[in-house]
Nanobody, 129 residues
Framework: VQLQASGGGLVQPGGSLRLSCAAS????????VGWFRQAPGKEREGVIC????????MYGDSVKGRFTISRDNAKNTVYLQMNSLKSEDTAVYYC???????????????????????WGKGTQVTVSS
């Protein structure tokens, strides 16, 4: 059972990147999936998540209107589309899921959910001119 994040890189401010989160050993379909990030010297921050039936998407305050999340169930992959990137978006990005809990809409805040079942290895995103 594994999550693999990819697609990171160096991009100029105002540019776009699409990150991928591919699962192996289980299916992402019907489970809430999300992205978190951590910049050097900062705490981990919730970026975005999508609930199991795709009816709810929750956004971190700093990415609203710029980032979106989507699924391709045929590829067992979730994507993070990042537009209008800023230097403050520079971080290592991690995808995560929990097959046991509808964590994206959990009471108390999806970005503070501590019991995440699976984490992918991070992918570095650097926004710089």
């Amino acid at each position: 059972v594994q999550l693999q994040a990819s697609g990171g890189g160096l991009v100029q401010p105002g540019g776009s990147l699409r990150l991928s989160c591919a699962a192996s050993g289980f299916t992402l379909d019907n489970h809430a999936v999300g992205w978190f990030r951590q910049a050097p010297g900062k705490e981990r921050e919730g970026v975005i998540c999508i609930n199991s039936n795709d009816r709810n998407i929750m956004y971190g305050d700093s990415v609203k209107g710029r980032f979106t999340i989507s699924r391709d169930n045929a590829k067992n992959t979730v994507y993070l589309q990042m537009n209008s990137l800023k230097s403050e978006d520079t971080a290592v990005y991690y995808c995560a899921t929990d097959t046991r809990v509808e964590w994206c809409t959990v009471r108390g805040g999806w970005d503070r959910y501590l019991g995440m079942e699976f984490w992918g290895k991070g992918t570095q995103v650097t926004v710089s001119s």
